[in-house]
């Protein structure tokens, strides 16, 4: 990849296909890439890209805001400064609101009993969080039955 500047610009994941020579960046576009070109397991199932594509767009902006909090380094200092409460109740919020969104569905996935790349995208998140996060910031976003239900804990 190039940046404005004509440099090079490394990112990940990245999708190197032996079989096709493709080279592919960013998560969603390597899954679309994966669909069409191996179908035999889809993770966009009954042509459901555009619709998780919105979900992904839709879901990314929720938690956003966790990005920063997730950030662990010596510029961060911890426990996290009260300045970035309004950044944990955005994310709160944010996972209040997805899981209402699973709540809506009829089966354990967000496209029912359909697994799918949304469900993906969910769990990676949540997976991250659960790494970086002590316990009790953790358990500001995720609900006991959540971590149960999905083996977070």
């Known amino acids: 990849m190039k940046a404005i500047d004509s440099s090079d610009v490394y990112t990940v994941p990245v ?6 020579g493709a080279l592919i960046t960013d998560s969603l576009e390597i899954a ?12 966009f199932p009954n042509n459901s890209e555009p619709l998780i594509r919105a979900f992904d767009s839709a879901y990314m902006s929720l938690i956003l805001s966790g990005i920063k909090l997730s950030s662990r380094s010596v510029d961060v200092p911890l426990p996290w400064d009260p300045n970035c409460d309004a950044e944990w109740k955005l994310l709160e919020k944010g996972y209040n609101t997805a899981y209402e969104w699973y709540q809506k569905t009829v089966g354990k996935w967000i ?3 359909t697994f799918s790349y949304a469900d993906i995208v969910v769990a990676c998140w949540l997976v991250a ?9 953790w358990a500001r976003i995720i609900l006991a039955d959540v971590e149960k239900e999905y083996n977070l804990a």
Do not use: A
């Open 32 to 43: 679309s890439y994966l669909e069409k070109t191996y179908p035999e397991k889809p993770i």
């Open 15 to 20: 999708l190197s296909d032996p079989n096709t």
């Open 111 to 113: 496209m029912g009993n």
């Open 129 to 137: 969080y659960k790494r970086v996060l002590k316990d009790d910031e």
